[in-house]
């Protein structure tokens, strides 16, 4: 039998901690006892399954081996779903002290964190709660076992007592394609196929506390800041002074429940007086700790309230213009993510007035790490949101984020897929009903990633027709318990009350109560579509797709912007759609199986299908790709089979995705100065392996939509408006692009022939900016006679060079030699642009009156082995650097690498050239965060591109490969 002991309590100085509770048991209820005997002590659980909360119950079985590579090939359609109808049992028992279960006045109580999605809960052959009380996937549920301590206490014969509890666990039914659901729980809509089990389980954390009935939770820091007058609404003003609050959530756990006699009267738990003092690290003198004075407090027994401190009695809290410059927090790419240290703790006043001069015990207490920064929101006379952090616009460029499909983690994954986010250059990530773990938040403050919380689409959220007295009162325990948990981060950016409609006036009233109960002071936006709302007013946000491919040409149109997606306004979802996966991704996701990696149909058969979304979704399939895909790059498996037609298709694909996702990102951030106030790539990953909507997929590789982003996404980025034939430099800085820089820009055929060259020298660029090219450097005309000159297709580079490099490296020979450009940018242009058929466009896509040609792609010369060469030189254990910093938490064993390689043809451009660095088997490539990839080299060009890659030091160097679209699809 296991036992899990909690060693600190009342009998460790009185305080009361909370002990996680991980080790679980698990079993289908069907053929069980009731919960007053699985419960006992005594009962015997030995056969049941091994499980490690936070899990699902499908999440356990696989880890226990019954559902091997449940990911691949079409294995997830195996499970029997009614396996997981009737509930399931969750097990586990604790050691406690004796001593603190029987001291005066103590309570002990289990909070179950995450419950998918409602329980009856036992303890010691107790029914301690049920399934009408503990219901709401998002509800924290707090459990008082304090009878059932106290009396294992009293039978103890040694020094612990033994709590067991066991909770029969019911899974939702929230299904998005059935639209009769009402269980408020996680629902993946089109995004991946349904968990078989509903994701039942016990999903977050449980805990075990005994002790003190006062509990210390949800710290927080509110900063205000005070700023000169922003030059302009994108630049950022100078910051003259701060001023911090410091609040922390205080609950007296007692019960407040009625006693049932006179005797029980006497015995029954009253309030509780004490004090609470903070403590907050780097604003004390020297930059030591800072101890605000204690704040007196009465905490009603079953109440809780939140107590708060400020520069009226702990003056340190107002900060001048110096400290505020070096204390605040700041999202990526705006300066540092600043943690530090806050702590808050009770002393009962009783306990005070006893203990005198010696020191009072503390009694319950609360750690976390919080970043003082002020985030501000409002709506721009065109009607656009608009973010501002430390009084600093802060244009949102993210994607949304997708747990895994059974809700696995781990720490490793966590970071991973955060610093792919950062690498991509995004700097927020959108939460849709997906509240996701501690840790990855964690995570988020230390990296500065934001995060946009907010409730689902589509399914039990927005049928709020069919909601009862039960929908209501989880939808509000819900938002509040979530805000409250996250009101605190630094990474909160705002909370949006829904996603695609406006909730009725009843439901959005519940939700106003539920924020000013959690405390939340961040912006509320009442959807993630354009709505207006009586209580927080109008969205300033828009939904109107696209959620499939649409050409380049699509982002700037003027008539994309009226009622579509085009760049204008903040889009809180939006997608260019297809982002096949890579060969490499692909060939795990079918296990390796060459007779399943080029089935009959190709990229629309079943096989494929089933890695594109819900089956039961509007996009099921790549069918809104591959007619545009085949019309504008050909056919290019054309007489091929099997694992050589996989590799030309997924080869190509990576150069489709990265030139319609590096256009959406590339036109939002053009015209961020003109409206175009954030965009939200859908999605930023996937839950399940899938070959739609991401930018790095479930095996954690980034392919072509995640290089197009992180092109138009660059500190420095060179941008190329296709439609109205503009170049343009943005800048986020640090500091200005100085006066006198040289914008270069070149047209070269498919041979490396150079058919354009025109420089133009540049004005200040100052950290924020976007700066279009003179009319004169490059148009649309000189494009398309370049291309047709080439036989159909022209490379156009842009080159950015400081105002003292010299002359810039052209294509031809010598193009790897002299000073490295500040950026550079490269685009692959046909004769003629796509172009857009507006009356056929709707939500999700457009059709075209006529596509693009680029088929010439496939006649480039072809390069064989060795003409384009990689040598990777390692730099050791990874530390924080000046291009890539880290913060020490970060858990990924990372290594700086540089790579420095070449095109040696004098003939050819190595188109969409990629790095890959391998691990000593030859064929796993290792998780490689690149600084560029997919790039094109001019003939003779050479270039030297960073990474981190994830290995241990005691590893083999890792081989680095080279592979490019001229070796692998050109004749």
Same mark, same amino acid.
Not at 37 to 66: I, K
Not at 95 to 100: R, Y
Not at 295 to 307: E, F, H
Not at 843 to 865: E, I, Q, V, W
């Given at each position: 039998?296991?036992?899990?002991?909690?060693?600190?309590?009342?009998?460790?100085?009185?305080?009361?901690?909370?002990?996680?509770?991980?080790?679980?048991?698990?079993?289908?209820?069907?053929?069980?006892?009731?919960?007053?005997?699985?419960?006992?002590?005594?009962?015997?659980?030995?056969?049941?399954?091994?499980?490690?909360?936070?899990?699902?119950?499908?999440?356990?079985?696989?880890?226990?081996?019954?559902?091997?590579?449940?990911?691949?090939?079409?294995?997830?359609?195996?499970?029997?779903?009614?396996?997981?109808?009737?509930?399931?049992?969750?097990?586990?028992?604790?050691?406690?002290?004796?001593?603190?279960?029987?001291?005066?006045?103590?309570?002990?109580?289990?909070?179950?964190?995450?419950?998918?999605?409602?329980?009856?809960?036992?303890?010691?052959? @107790?029914?301690?709660?049920?399934?009408?009380?503990?219901?709401?996937?998002?509800?924290?549920?707090?459990?008082?076992?304090?009878?059932?301590?106290?009396?294992?206490?009293?039978?103890?014969?040694?020094?612990?007592?033994?709590?067991?509890?066991?909770?029969?666990?019911?899974?939702?039914?929230?299904?998005?394609?059935?639209?009769?659901?009402?269980?408020?729980?996680?629902?993946?809509?089109?995004?991946?196929?349904?968990?078989?089990?509903?994701?039942?389980?016990?999903?977050?954390?449980?805990?075990?506390?005994?002790?003190?009935?006062?509990?210390?939770?949800?710290?927080?820091?509110?900063?205000?800041?005070?700023?000169?007058?922003?030059?302009?609404?994108?630049?950022?003003?100078?910051?003259?002074?701060?001023?911090?609050?410091?609040?922390?959530?205080?609950?007296?756990?007692?019960?407040?429940?009625?006693?049932?006699?006179?005797?029980?009267?006497?015995?029954?738990?009253?309030?509780?007086?004490?004090?609470?003092?903070?403590?907050?690290?780097?604003?004390?003198?020297?930059?030591?700790?800072?101890?605000?004075?204690?704040?007196?407090?009465?905490?009603?027994?079953?109440?809780?309230?939140?107590?708060?401190?400020?520069?009226?009695?702990?003056?340190?809290?107002?900060?001048?213009?110096?400290?505020?410059?070096?204390?605040?927090?700041?999202?990526?790419?705006?300066?540092?993510?600043?943690?530090?240290?806050?702590?808050?703790?009770?002393?009962?006043?009783?306990?005070?007035?006893?203990?005198?001069?010696?020191?009072?015990?503390?009694?319950?207490?609360?750690?976390?790490?919080?970043?003082?920064?002020?985030?501000?929101?409002?709506?721009?006379?065109?009607?656009?949101?608009?973010?501002?952090?430390?009084?600093?616009?802060?244009?949102?460029?993210?994607?949304?984020?997708?747990?895994?499909?059974?809700?696995?983690?781990?720490?490793?994954?966590?970071?991973?897929?955060?610093?792919?986010?950062?690498?991509?250059?995004?700097?927020?990530? *959108?939460?849709?009903?997906?509240?996701?773990?501690?840790?990855?938040?964690?995570?988020?403050?230390?990296?500065?990633?934001?995060?946009?919380?907010?409730?689902?689409?589509?399914?039990?959220?927005?049928?709020?027709?069919?909601?009862?007295?039960?929908?209501?009162?989880?939808?509000?325990?819900?938002?509040?318990?979530?805000?409250?948990?996250?009101?605190?981060?630094?990474?909160?950016?705002?909370?949006?009350?829904?996603?695609?409609?406006?909730?009725?006036?009843?439901?959005?009233?519940?939700?106003?109560?539920?924020?000013? @109960?959690?405390?939340?002071?961040?912006?509320?936006?009442?959807?993630?579509?354009?709505?207006?709302?009586?209580?927080?007013?109008?969205?300033?946000?828009?939904?109107?797709?696209?959620?499939?491919?649409?050409?380049?040409?699509?982002?700037?149109?003027?008539?994309?912007?009226?009622?579509?997606?085009?760049?204008?306004?903040?889009?809180?979802?939006?997608?260019?759609?297809?982002?096949?996966?890579?060969?490499?991704?692909?060939?795990?996701?079918?296990?390796?199986?060459?007779?399943?990696?080029?089935?009959?149909?190709?990229?629309?058969?079943?096989?494929?299908?089933?890695?594109?979304?819900?089956?039961?979704?509007?996009?099921?399939?790549?069918?809104?790709?591959?007619?545009?895909?085949?019309?504008?790059?050909?056919?290019?498996?054309?007489?091929?089979?099997?694992?050589?037609?996989?590799?030309?298709?997924?080869?190509?694909?990576?150069?489709?995705?990265?030139?319609?996702?590096?256009?959406?990102?590339?036109?939002? *951030?053009?015209?961020?100065?003109?409206?175009?106030?954030?965009?939200?790539?859908?999605?930023?990953?996937?839950?399940?392996?899938?070959?739609?909507?991401?930018?790095?997929?479930?095996?954690?590789?980034?392919?072509?939509?995640?290089?197009?982003?992180?092109?138009?996404?660059?500190?420095?980025?060179?941008?190329?408006?296709?439609?109205?034939?503009?170049?343009?430099?943005?800048?986020?800085?640090?500091?200005?692009?100085?006066?006198?820089?040289?914008?270069?820009?070149?047209?070269?055929?498919?041979?490396?022939?150079?058919?354009?060259?025109?420089?133009?020298?540049?004005?200040?660029?100052?950290?924020?900016?976007?700066?279009?090219?003179?009319?004169?450097?490059?148009?649309?005309?000189?494009?398309?006679?370049?291309?047709?000159?080439?036989?159909?297709?022209?490379?156009?580079?842009?080159?950015?060079?400081?105002?003292?490099?010299?002359?810039?490296?052209?294509?031809?020979?010598?193009?790897?030699?002299?000073?490295?450009?500040?950026?550079?940018?490269?685009?692959?242009?046909?004769?003629?642009?796509?172009?857009?058929?507006?009356?056929?466009?709707?939500?999700?896509?457009?059709?075209?009156?006529?596509?693009? @040609?680029?088929?010439?792609?496939?006649?480039?010369?072809?390069?064989?082995?060795?003409?384009?060469?990689?040598?990777?030189?390692?730099?050791?254990?990874?530390?924080?650097?000046?291009?890539?910093?880290?913060?020490?938490?970060?858990?990924?064993?990372?290594?700086?690498?540089?790579?420095?390689?070449?095109?040696?043809?004098?003939?050819?451009?190595?188109?969409?050239?990629?790095?890959?660095?391998?691990?000593?088997?030859?064929?796993?490539?290792?998780?490689?965060?690149?600084?560029?990839?997919?790039?094109?080299?001019?003939?003779?060009?050479?270039?030297?591109?960073?990474?981190?890659?994830?290995?241990?030091?005691?590893?083999?160097?890792?081989?680095?490969?080279?592979?490019?679209?001229?070796?692998?699809?050109?004749?």
């Amino acid at each position: 039998m296991r036992g899990f002991a909690l060693a600190l309590g009342l009998a460790l100085g009185g305080i009361a901690c909370a002990a996680p509770l991980t080790d679980w048991r698990i079993q289908t209820t069907a053929g069980q006892p009731p919960g007053t005997e699985v419960s006992l002590q005594t009962f015997n659980d030995s056969a049941w399954y091994a499980a490690q909360v936070p899990t699902t119950v499908l999440a356990a079985l696989a880890a226990a081996g019954e559902y091997p590579a449940l990911f691949e090939a079409r294995n997830l359609e195996s499970v029997d779903a009614s396996r997981f109808t009737s509930p399931w049992w969750f097990r586990t028992c604790a050691t406690v002290p004796v001593a603190d279960a029987l001291a005066p006045g103590a309570a002990a109580t289990v909070t179950l964190k995450g419950v998918n999605y409602r329980a009856d809960v036992f303890c010691n052959g @107790d029914l301690v709660a049920s399934k009408e009380d503990v219901v709401g996937t998002f509800a924290y549920h707090t459990i008082d076992i304090t009878a059932q301590a106290r009396r294992a206490a009293l039978a103890a014969s040694g020094a612990s007592a033994r709590l067991c509890i066991a909770a029969t666990v019911h899974r939702p039914y929230d299904v998005f394609w059935t639209r009769n659901a009402t269980d408020l729980a996680i629902d993946f809509v089109d995004w991946s196929p349904d968990p078989p089990d509903g994701n039942v389980g016990l999903w977050q954390p449980a805990e075990l506390v005994v002790g003190s009935p006062v509990r210390l939770e949800f710290a927080m820091a509110r900063t205000s800041v005070t700023t000169e007058p922003a030059p302009s609404p994108v630049r950022r003003p100078a910051i003259t002074g701060a001023s911090v609050v410091l609040t922390v959530r205080a609950t007296n756990v007692a019960s407040s429940a009625a006693p049932p006699s006179p005797a029980a009267a006497a015995a029954a738990p009253s309030a509780v007086m004490g004090t609470v003092a903070f403590t907050l690290a780097g604003l004390g003198p020297a930059g030591g700790d800072l101890v605000c004075p204690g704040k007196k407090v009465t905490i009603l027994p079953g109440r809780a309230l939140d107590v708060t401190v400020d520069a009226s009695t702990c003056p340190p809290l107002a900060l001048n213009r110096s400290a505020a410059e070096a204390l605040l927090w700041w999202p990526v790419g705006m300066g540092a993510p600043r943690l530090r240290a806050l702590s808050a703790h009770f002393t009962p006043a009783a306990a005070a007035a006893a203990a005198g001069a010696a020191g009072a015990p503390v009694t319950a207490s609360t750690s976390t790490r919080v970043g003082l920064r002020h985030v501000a929101s409002d709506v721009d006379p065109n009607g656009s949101r608009r973010f501002f952090v430390n009084g600093a616009y802060f244009p949102v460029r993210g994607g949304g984020f997708a747990p895994d499909l059974l809700q696995r983690t781990s720490a490793p994954r966590r970071w991973a897929e955060l610093l792919l986010a950062r690498t991509a250059g995004l700097n927020a990530l *959108r939460f849709e009903g997906k509240f996701q773990s501690d840790e990855l938040f964690d995570a988020m403050d230390e990296l500065g990633i934001m995060a946009l919380p907010g409730l689902c689409c589509c399914d039990a959220w927005q049928n709020w027709q069919l909601w009862g007295p039960e929908q209501e009162r989880v939808a509000f325990r819900s938002v509040r318990d979530q805000l409250l948990r996250l009101r605190g981060r630094a990474s909160m950016l705002a909370f949006l009350a829904s996603s695609d409609q406006l909730p009725p006036a009843a439901v959005q009233a519940s939700y106003d109560q539920a924020v000013s @109960d959690a405390g939340w002071t961040l912006p509320v936006i009442a959807a993630a579509s354009n709505v207006t709302s009586g209580i927080w007013g109008p969205s300033g946000v828009k939904m109107a797709g696209p959620y499939a491919w649409v050409p380049p040409s699509y982002w700037t149109d003027p008539a994309a912007a009226d009622g579509y997606g085009g760049a204008m306004g903040f889009s809180t979802e939006i997608s260019p759609g297809a982002a096949p996966m890579t060969l490499d991704s692909w060939n795990r996701t079918v296990g390796g199986d060459a007779s399943l990696i080029w089935p009959e149909g190709g990229p629309d058969s079943e096989l494929f299908r089933a890695h594109c979304g819900n089956p039961h979704g509007l996009f099921r399939s790549l069918g809104f790709f591959l007619p545009a895909f085949t019309q504008r790059y050909g056919d290019v498996v054309a007489g091929r089979a099997g694992v050589d037609a996989a590799r030309r298709f997924l080869v190509a694909a990576q150069a489709a995705a990265m030139e319609s996702h590096g256009a959406m990102f590339s036109g939002y *951030r053009l015209r961020q100065s003109l409206g175009a106030t954030g965009v939200v790539q859908w999605m930023a990953n996937n839950a399940y392996p899938q070959h739609i909507w991401h930018l790095w997929d479930q095996h954690l590789q980034p392919g072509g939509s995640f290089y197009g982003a992180q092109a138009a996404l660059r500190p420095v980025a060179l941008l190329w408006d296709p439609f109205n034939g503009q170049a343009a430099v943005a800048n986020d800085g640090p500091g200005a692009v100085p006066a006198g820089s040289r914008l270069e820009a070149s047209l070269v055929g498919v041979d490396g022939k150079e058919l354009y060259r025109q420089s133009s020298t540049m004005p200040d660029i100052p950290e924020g900016s976007v700066e279009l090219a003179p009319a004169s450097l490059i148009s649309s005309q000189a494009v398309s006679a370049a291309a047709r000159a080439a036989g159909g297709v022209a490379f156009l580079r842009l080159s950015l060079w400081s105002a003292d490099s010299g002359a810039g490296a052209g294509a031809g020979a010598g193009a790897g030699v002299g000073a490295a450009p500040l950026a550079t940018g490269t685009f692959w242009q046909p004769v003629e642009q796509d172009v857009v058929n507006w009356s056929q466009c709707n939500f999700y896509r457009c059709n075209l009156t006529s596509a693009a @040609d680029l088929t010439a792609l496939l006649a480039m010369p072809a390069m064989g082995a060795g003409v384009v060469t990689a040598e990777a030189s390692f730099h050791g254990p990874a530390e924080p650097t000046d291009w890539y910093p880290l913060p020490p938490s970060h858990v990924l064993p990372l290594t700086a690498v540089t790579v420095r390689v070449s095109n040696t043809a004098k003939s050819a451009v190595a188109f969409q050239t990629r790095l890959r660095l391998m691990a000593a088997d030859g064929w796993t490539e290792l998780l490689t965060l690149w600084e560029d990839n997919y790039f094109s080299l001019l003939p003779g060009e050479s270039r030297e591109v960073k990474a981190m890659v994830a290995r241990l030091e005691t590893d083999p160097e890792p081989a680095v490969e080279v592979q490019t679209w001229n070796a692998q699809l050109a004749a």
